[in-house]
């Protein structure tokens, strides 16, 4: 019988990831308010950053780890998008 512990902590943290996946995703279809919706938009593409490192660490291929940063950048921008578009009514100034 082979033990990895790596592939074991890899499997777990990735259920993890996928349960506060779950949950953020509940808060943005249940949230009371408009702000609570923007900031599990923003963990929701945190953790999906999060659950693409694991995968590409599990799978052992680079290209996910690029993958994770153009998910990184796409969630800020839009996150920041967003956030000023419901503070001012407006995006571009």
Request: aromatic share 6%; net charge neutral.
């Amino acid at each position: 019988m082979s033990f990895n512990i790596l592939a074991m902590a890899l499997d777990i943290a990735v259920g993890a990831v996928s349960l506060a996946m779950a949950l953020c995703a509940w808060r943005l279809v249940r949230g009371p308010d408009v702000t609570d919706r923007v900031l599990a938009i923003d963990t929701l593409y945190i953790n999906a950053v999060a659950l693409v490192v694991l995968l590409g660490i599990r799978l052992r291929t680079p290209i996910l780890f690029e993958a994770a940063l153009i998910v990184a950048m796409l969630g800020f921008a839009s996150t920041v998008a967003l956030a000023r578009y419901l503070s001012r009514g407006d995006v571009i100034e």
